[in-house]
């Protein structure tokens, strides 16, 4: 069983930088590929990236791409996303998930982060 917990949210004004992480733990891992989400309110979820876990490979919606990053901590499971430049329309409840080996979905879910930006 894997279970995700994300933490970095938090209210700021328009232009500010955040830092998202989202820490995995479980057994066994077997990590896949994890991924960000979010969803903003009477929106539908938004696929905001992710990074394959293995290879470090990482893709940004084009939405995103200009001011956002995902990497990797170097050893621990940990997601990080880097914000920057943020905006009013990234307000919203950003969640990462996990796609395992061997299966085609994001399977496990964290319980979200909410991220408000004040203009």
């Known amino acids: 069983q894997v279970q995700l917990v994300e933490s970095g949210g938090g209210l700021v004004q328009a232009g500010a930088s955040l830092r998202l992480s989202c820490t995995a733990s479980g057994h066994p891992l077997r990590l896949y590929a994890m991924g960000w989400f979010r969803q903003a309110p009477g929106k539908d979820r938004e696929f905001v990236g992710h990074?394959?876990?293995?290879?470090?490979?990482?893709y940004l919606n084009d939405s995103v791409k200009d001011r956002f990053s995902i990497s990797r901590h170097k050893t621990n499971p940990t997601m990080f996303l880097q914000m920057n430049n943020l905006k009013p329309e990234d307000t919203a409840v950003y969640y990462c998930?996990?796609?395992?080996?061997?299966?085609?979905?994001?399977?496990?879910w964290g319980q979200g982060t909410q991220v408000t930006v004040a203009s």
């Open positions: 998930a996990v796609q395992r080996l061997g299966t085609y979905n994001y399977g496990t």
């Open positions: 990074l394959r876990w293995n290879g470090g490979g990482t």
